[in-house]
Every structure is written in C-alpha cells, then in structure tokens.
C-alpha cells in the first residue's frame, strides 16, 4: 500500500484497512515518504500491536542532490539484498524502457521494490499517476483507490489525465456508485473491474448509554446568550 504519510490523523480508515489485512492473514506492507511516528500511541489499534511496525517503510530521502548521492549505494544494496529477483527484473525491464533515467528511477522506487509486491495498491489516485511502469518493472499487479478528491478535482483541465492509468490499472476500488461514474467519464471503460465499498463506522464501538449529568441551575429568570460573530 503506497500513501504520502503514515498514520494521519485523518485517515483513521488508511490504519483499519491496514491492520484488518493483515488480521485477515495478507502480508500487508505500507511505503511512505515520511512515517509518523508520534501518531502511533493516537490510534489504538496500533498502539497494541507494536509489531507492525516492521511492516511501514519510508522511501529513501531524497531532499538533495548530495544526499541521493551519498545514499545511492547503500540503496541499492539493501534493496537488492532484500529482493534480488524484483530488483533484476527491475533493472532489466527498466532499462529496456528508460535507459540512463532508470539510475534516478530507481532511488525513488527502491522501498516499494525491496517488498517484491504481488500487488501493489495506490491510496489515492493521484500517487498513481505517472507511475503504472511499476506493473511492468516489478511483474505485479495495480490496484488504486478513488476517494473523491482524485476525480472531481484533480487534472480536470487534462482530458487525459487518467488515460495511463485506466489502461493498466487491474481493479479499482471506489466510495460508491458516483465516483464510479465520475470515473467513467474521465474515460475509464464501464468493465473495468471495480469494486465499491462506502466509508464505514465499527458501530460496536459507540454506545448509546448517556451518562448522568447533573442538572444546570439557572440562577436568573432570563439566561443570557452570548453570540461571537467573526
């Protein structure tokens, strides 16, 4: 699963979606820019499982010029320990495909090659653009999740925008039935495999049980209101 920070405060959905995988026996990695770490104690089901950790990745810094100098190497090397079957293939077909630039290129894809992914998901639409050769360097499949944002507002001035992606994407994943349609008419073909599943809550764990409270005394016969209006 590939998103721009994890966790986020916002995207409680992004560590359920994450965890219940790999409750449900995937072997789930996450590749980040930049991981989070004083949010792990906000979400609970991370908190208890300190493990899951080994499974969040970030990506190589690559702030400057020097450092992506000075850290090429030990990439390389790392990713090439950790899976050198992907990383051949990756070389092989990269080159075939962009020659010199696949030296740059593979910096930046070094933390998603190193995990080998049979299947490798986008969040977020947007992080897929321009980055489907990845199905073809690494041998996996491409899935990407549509939110909303993505297609209703993102490249809308660029009729071709998603054109790449509808070609080799696998499957989407969408909210429901309108970014469906929205999706649709950005040019993705109506039997494209897709599955709609809409933003949910664990109802079991709100309560509807109102502690007592205890009653207000109102010490006048008129309460006064006061109203602040910016």
Same mark, same amino acid.
């Given at each position: ?130 980055? $489907? *050769?990845?199905?073809? @360097? ?9 939110? +909303?944002? /993505? =297609? ?7 009729? $071709? *925008?998603?054109?790449? @992606? ?9 909210? +429901?039935? /309108? =970014? ?51």
């Amino acid at each position: 699963m590939v998103v721009p920070r994890f966790p986020q405060l916002p995207e409680t959905f992004i560590v359920n979606k994450f965890v219940g995988l790999v409750d449900a026996g995937w072997d789930v990695h996450i590749v980040c820019k930049h991981e989070m770490e004083k949010n792990w104690q906000i979400f609970q089901p991370l908190k208890d499982r300190p493990e899951l950790r080994r499974r969040v990745h970030e990506q190589w810094p690559h702030t400057s010029i020097l450092i992506v100098m000075l850290l090429w190497l030990p990439a390389f090397l790392t990713t090439f320990f950790k899976a050198p079957r992907t990383t051949w293939q990756y070389w092989r077909e990269g080159w075939r495909q962009f020659g010199l630039k696949t030296i740059k290129q593979f910096y930046l894809d070094a933390a998603i090659i190193a995990q080998a992914p049979d299947i490798l998901h986008f969040e977020f639409g947007t992080l897929a653009v321009g980055r $489907t *050769y990845l199905k073809k @360097l690494l041998g996996c499949c491409l899935s990407v999740s549509f939110r +909303g944002y /993505d =297609l209703s507002y993102a490249g809308l001035e660029d009729p $071709t *925008y998603y054109q790449e @992606l509808w070609d080799q994407v696998d499957a989407l994943h969408l909210l +429901g039935n /309108d =970014l469906w349609c929205r999706a649709q008419t950005r040019g993705c073909l109506p039997d494209k495999m897709h599955a709609l599943i809409p933003p949910a809550i664990d109802v079991n764990y709100f309560t509807s049980e109102q502690p007592e409270r205890e009653p207000v005394e109102i010490t006048s016969e008129r309460p006064r209101l006061s109203v602040w209006a910016v």
